[in-house]
């Protein structure tokens, strides 16, 4: 039986996975049980983002769909663990290595993750795909890492998971030649074990950990289709957002002041010749993943929908609160405040998993994984039932909440909670 070698990992402080300025620290044992001569043992900490890009040929020869493969080495540090580094140095070269008598030895290391990727030397700013207008790209985090033999993925897997970010270590034991044995190259035994790193989210100073994101310009969003409520009026759903470009896990979408879904209205083209009933039947909230594979100038593109929100209310649109606008449209406000569930609804609140990974945008230069929202719903028109969605465009999606990297503010007696108020409504 040859040398034994295993890589145990210390636990993350959180249990789950590794963030940012987190020593990966562990022991690597090697179990020897008969003498043996070692020329090396060393420990690495890797890092890959991989991606498997099918391409469709129409010619007939070729049958039918091959694929490109693409890999990003996204870390890579090695320690020696032994022979130690002043015997190492009075022996460089030697072929024979250094003899070990059978026994149990255990070496402890200790890494940090570096904060940017190593591919972005190896191959240069142009040709770092999704990161080349990014400014300063960062480590991105465990996805789909599924790891198999030497940290690739099972590309046969599935379609979705033909990309993947995956980090491991990996333990190394070179033997010494012994004798006058044939083989040709030292033998080589080979560990790895997997770990998860989630990059904590970026301050230098200058860009905040993580701000209330309510400051962006305001955006007006439309539904795709408006439908008919009456001779030449047309109704469709508008939101009006200034922070749908960013959003974390626990922040509240509808509350009111919340700048995210809270200003939700049905907009006629003009005054209508009766006025209109409308009631909100149901609305639905689905997060759209849009995950983009490169490979060789190719891209693939995966789509899928997680469902957030679905709620059947039966809620009326009060008359009292409708908008005349100046170019004769009138709007009618969905009073989200009204709405007991949708006051309460916190993105993510139960830290879901997609298809076995949690809930985050990134970037790395093979793989890009964006979201928008879809926000679906079911009105009631004087008697007469609409569907519509409105779509987002996309939104940074943070997998860490506010509350996980600020200290709660501390309030003090005279504060009171901001008041609402209904702004600009003009009662007709
Ligand atoms: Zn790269």
């Known amino acids: ?75 890579h540090q090695t320690q020696t663990l032994f022979p130690p580094e002043n015997i190492r140095e009075a022996s460089s070269g030697s072929k024979k290595g250094f003899q070990l008598s059978k026994g149990h030895y255990s070496y402890a290391f200790e890494f940090l993750m570096p904060n940017q990727l190593k591919c972005i030397g190896d191959h240069g700013r142009e040709s770092s795909g999704f990161n080349k207008t990014t400014p300063d790209p960062r480590l991105p985090p465990s996805f789909n890492s599924d790891v198999i033999g ?57 860009h905040p950990l993580i701000t209330h994101s309510d400051a962006g310009p305001l955006q007006k969003l439309w539904s795709k289709k408006d439908f008919k409520v009456g001779p030449k009026c047309a109704a469709k759903v508008e939101v009006k957002s200034p922070s749908l470009n960013r959003v974390f896990r626990l922040d509240y979408l509808f509350q009111p002041g919340c700048n995210k879904f809270d200003q939700i209205s049905v907009t006629v083209n003009r005054k209508p010749a ?34 957030l929100v679905e709620i059947n209310p039966n809620f009326e649109l009060k008359i009292c609160r409708v908008r005349n606008s100046q170019d004769g449209s009138m709007e009618w406000p969905l009073d989200t405040s009204q709405i007991p569930e949708l006051v309460r609804y916190r993105f993510n609140e139960t830290n879901m998993l997609y298809r076995g990974n949690r809930l985050f945008s990134f970037a790395s230069c093979n793989i890009k994984r964006a979201f928008k929202f879809c926000l679906g719903l079911k009105l009631d028109i004087n008697g007469s039932v609409f569907e519509t969605e409105v779509l987002t465009t996309i939104c940074d999606i943070g997998y860490f909440s506010i509350e996980d990297h600020e200290e709660l503010p501390s309030y003090v007696v005279s504060d009171v909670p901001p008041f609402y108020s209904d702004r600009t409504e003009v009662a007709i």
């Not at 006058?180 to 074990?193: A, D, H, Q, S």
């Not at 909100?280 to 060789?296: A, F, M, R």
């Open 150 to 206: 030497e940290g690739m993925v099972d590309c046969e897997n599935t379609y979705y998971k033909t990309g993947s970010v995956t980090y491991y270590m990996k333990a190394a034991l070179v033997l010494g030649k012994i004798g006058l044995r044939l083989t040709p190259g030292n033998t080589i035994v080979e560990v790895y074990r997997a770990l998860e790193f989630m990059p904590s989210p970026y301050d230098n100073g200058e």
């Open 1 to 75: 039986m040859g040398p034994k070698l295993n890589v145990a990992l210390n636990r993350p402080l959180n249990g789950e996975f590794y963030v940012s300025n987190e020593p990966i620290s562990g022991i690597v044992d090697l179990e020897l049980p008969k003498p043996a001569s070692i020329i090396s043992l060393s420990i690495a900490l890797r890092g890959t983002s991989q991606t498997y890009v099918q391409i469709t040929n129409t010619d007939y020869l070729t049958n039918g769909a091959f694929g490109t493969r693409s890999s990003h080495t996204l870390v």
């Open 274 to 307: 009766e006025m209109l009933s409308i009631k909100l039947l149901q609305l639905k909230l689905n997060l759209i993943e849009i995950v983009n594979y490169l490979s060789q100038g190719q891209v693939n593109a995966m789509i899928g929908t997680i469902p």
